[in-house]
Every structure is written in C-alpha cells, then in structure tokens.
C-alpha cells in the first residue's frame, strides 16, 4: 500500500503543502494541450494520489503530464514483464476487430436498438450531436465537456458498488473515457497499438540508429500518416462512444428529472425527492437511488453494456475472444430484465416501453416489406427468420436478438429449416449431436477474429460447414474477411450477388443493420447446368437440377450450409449420377 501524501498518515518526506497543491492544480488548469476532460481526469488522480487510493494504470498515464515520465514510472509502473507482454498482447489481438469495426456509425441501429423501439424522440435528438462528435474531434470535446458540467452527471456516472460508502456510490451509468482504455470504452474499440506505434517507431529509429534526434523525425512522419489513415478509425470511435455516450445519459436525466416533479412517488409510496432544508437542495429518497441504480443497469443493457459478472475482471481477455462479449451479454441479459421481481413499477415500466415499442416497431418494418414485394421468413427455426430478403440480400433489424432467437427457438421446438430447400430437419432424431451443434455454431458466430480464424482452421472449416481453403486464388478473400472493414465487405457482396439493388439494400448497415447475401439451393437450382468436363455425358444439354433430384438427393441438400460455395459441382455430381443411371 502507498501512504497518503497529506493528513496526519501522510510520510513528512513526500507530504506536500497547501501552496505544492495549489501549483499541481493550477498547472493542470493552464495547460494548453490538456483537454477539459483530461483536466478533469487528471485533478481525480492527483486527489486519488493524495489521498493514498489506488491508482489505475491511466491514472498513471495522467499524472506523469504533471510528474514527468521518468519519476511516474519509477514511482508507480510495478508491472511485472509478464503481466507487461500480456498487456501487449491483447492489444495487438484487437486490432483485426477494430479495423473490421470502422467505416461506419452502427451504434444507431445495433447497440442503441431498444431505446429507439421506446424512446424514439430521445434517441433521434442523440443523432445531431453524435454525428457532429463523429466528424470533429473538437466539437466531440466540447459536447463531452459540456456533459460532465451537468448537475447530475457525477451522481450518474459514479460507480454503483456496494463495496463503497453510500456517499460515495452513484448510480452506475456507463460513460467512455477515451484515455481509460478498455475499462472505458466501447469494446469495438479496445486497441491502442496503433495509435502508440508513432512512439514506438521513433524510439526504434533513435536506437538503430544509435542517434537520440533520429525519435523526433520518424515520429512526426508517422504521426502525420496516422492522422490521415486514421481518420475513419476516429471517426467510428467517436461516432459510437458520442451517441451512446449522449443517448445514455439523455435516458438517465429524462427519467430522474420526472421523479423530481410535485406528486412523484417511489415504491414505498413517498415523495421521489425531499427537500433539504438545511441546503435547500431535492434529495433522492432511499427508494428513489435504488430504482435509478436499477435504471442505469438496464440502460446500461439496453444500449450493448451488458454486466460481465464475475468475469467483469476478464474483461481485456474475453474481449480478445469473443468479438463484441459486452454485447452478447447485454442481448442475453435483455429478456432477464422483463421478468425480474425485484424492479419497480415505474422501472419497469420504461423496459416494458423498450421492448414493446422495439417488437412492434420491428413487426411493422417486416409487414411494410412484405407489403412492398419482399420475402419475409416467419419461421422462427430457419436462418432467415425475421430477415427482410430481396434477391439474394437478406437485412437484418433485430439489433442482434435474431441469431439468439433463432437458437433458442431451434433448441425449444427441436427442429430446423433450410433456407434454400425449405425443409425441415429434426434435431432430436438421433440424440443431441444436432442440439449440441446449434448452441456451439451460435458461440462460434460470436468468436473474435482471431479466435475465430483459429477455430476454423483447428476444425477444418467454419461455423457454416465450410471448408477453408488456403489456395492461391483464396488467400485474398480470406484476408478481406478478417481484416476489411464490415461496411465494405457488405457492399461488395451485396453488389456481387445482386448489383445496385444489392448495394442500395446493404447501405443502411452503415447505421447498425446486418446484411448477409449468397444464393440458396433452391435459387441456383433454376439454372441450367452442364456436366463437369471429366464426365462422359459432358456434351449432353444441361437439365434443371433440383426438380429432378430424388428424395435420397433432396436429403443430402437439406443437411447443405446455408453458405454454399460449390453448388455447380455438387449439382453436377447429382445431375451425372443419375443420367449414369438410367
């Protein structure tokens, strides 16, 4: 433990005096390259330092703009090597996530989801600012500056815990903090490799080169680069963290400003806020804190945070496999918040508000589609359930709730439909293999790039049942896959598989949509083939294929992944087979 350097524990050869104090202080106000939040934050780790607490790793990053470098490290970098390589580690193993992760502003439509189904107004108001943020980097400054200055902002954002004396607990609501690395941040963005390679290469340049001045140049060379190729890596980070950021606390102040209205009661049935009348001040009740640390949770929730639980100290290495684990923990979290008893009325009513508001907002969206001439999947079993399909291009609203749906309702009803032959399998017939498959398929989808790349490779192909292949003519796209941002890669399937149309039906995932295109079974059977070149009926006309298949072939088309790369082969093989046999 680290003694405190003021009070009556303080060590008298660190304490520092009232006047030392005011210096600290007043350096960091007048500091020209500190922006207001990083003043803001570095005043709490100097208090943090003062007051003998412990100090986090960004705590430290703060206080060496005050201390210096060479004293911080010395001082509080007590990292051991390990501990140090592992740290670099994840952080080069979030970068193919990043880069998959940039061009595009999907908070909107992904992570915000539930609040645009019940809260419609607040969320669209969100958009200006956020938009704003994503494009500037100094208006994005501002706006988060002119957030904290708010009345409630510190008793939003302080932390919830137990653990910590009631005057010091808040209510819990998440915030980003740029300079707080993953404990703060939005998980599509965890990685600062890149934005500290500028340092590295400069400090790499002056030791090659046995020449201090050498640091200097490279740095430059490099940061100048970093600032234009970067650019599409800020703007999505700021794009995510400034709308949920904003959309978050706009939810928390709209519902706690209610309860300070005349006649708002808490659960107990008393006022929400009693006067003070010693300060004058609306205080919360005891109830009315709890109902807002429970609000914060689900907000929290509702816009992609999901609580970690007794992993939340895992949380760097879980990030590193699982690609968005806050994420997939928030959607499995959502329908736990429905049922829970221990939530009030009017806690509840805003999750009701949510998730009606979202089911029917989404049943709406899928009945105008159909309406307007596209194919809509209801079958909850089926990999296209609740996907608007146009061509070959399915969109996905759901926010990420369909793929959890869709197990959850394959698993239930014990069965499955193929989207190409529209047949039924079912899963029970012969054990649990088949179960067992869907609920292990469901987490491979959610795997990082890198786990994921190497889970494919271990099993000998991916979560669709296709095979990787490592040829020349594949290596390109296998790079693309893992490494191209997610916006591009939509756009150049979407165009592939269904031209403009495709394009036009891809450019909502911008903001938050998936969208899936390849050809089913059932699509490229109305093609007329011709026999492999091998084959000794090759000169024969080619026939439609699956209205000639037998029951014995439509079953092994049945068992095919939805993803099909080598239709025309395997169509020829059926085609050949069964001219052999007449």
Known sequence: ERPPIRGPNADPANSLSEADMHLIFESIARNPRMRPYTKLNTAKAIW??????????????????????????????????????????MDILGIPRLLLATMDFSAPLRQALLPLGGHPIR?????????????????????????????NHRIFTEPSSPNLPESQRGLG???????????????????????????????????????????KPVKSILSGIGTVAGYPIRFSERGWSGFLDELRFGLMNDAWESWK?????????????????KTGDLVPTGQTLKDGRDLARYINI?????DLGMLEGAAAPLANIFFSPRLMAARLEAPYELIRWDRSNRVKNHIYRDMGGTMAGGATVLGLAAIAGASVELNPTSSDAGRIQIGNTRVDIWGGFQPLVRTVARVAMGQRKSTGTGRITYLYKDGIGLVAQEIINFFRAKLAPVVGFGTDIAVGGDFTGDEIDFGPGN???LLIARFAPL??????????????????????????????????????????????EDHPN??????????????SDHSVFQDLPGFLQDNVIAMNKFEGSQQDSK
Do not use: C
Request: no cysteine; hydrophobic share 35%; charged share 30%.
């Open 48 to 89: 943090k330092l003062v007051d003998g607490e412990h100090l986090t790793k960004f705590d430290i990053q703060r206080l060496r703009t005050v201390f210096g470098k060479e004293v911080t490290a010395g001082m509080f970098d007590t990292r051991g090597w390990k501990r140090k390589t592992f740290d670099e580690l």
């Open 123 to 151: 969320w669209a108001k969100t958009w200006g600012p956020a938009w704003k943020g994503a494009i500037s980097g100094k208006y994005y400054d501002q706006q988060r500056a002119a957030r904290q200055a708010k009345a």
């Open 173 to 215: 609501l998440f915030e980003t903090d740029p300079e707080a690395g993953l404990a703060q941040s939005e998980e599509a963005f965890l990685s600062e490799f890149l934005k500290k390679l500028p340092d590295r290469a400069g400090n790499l340049a002056a030791w090659a080169t046995r020449t201090p001045g050498a640091k």
């Open 261 to 277: 209205r005349p006649g708002s009661l808490d659960s107990n049935g008393k006022a929400s806020f009693t006067l003070d009348k």
């Open 302 to 306: 509702s816009t992609g945070r999901g």
């Open 475 to 477: 290596r390109k796209d």
């Open 487 to 532: 916006l591009a890669q939509d756009l150049i399937e979407s165009y592939k598989s269904d031209g403009v149309t495709g394009m036009a039906l891809a450019a909502p995932s911008f903001f938050g949509t998936s969208v899936i295109s390849y050809q089913g079974v059932e699509e490229i059977s109305r093609r007329d083939y011709k026999y492999p």
């Open 538 to 551: 090759k000169d024969r006309p080619g026939r439609k294929g699956l209205a000639n298949l037998t029951d």
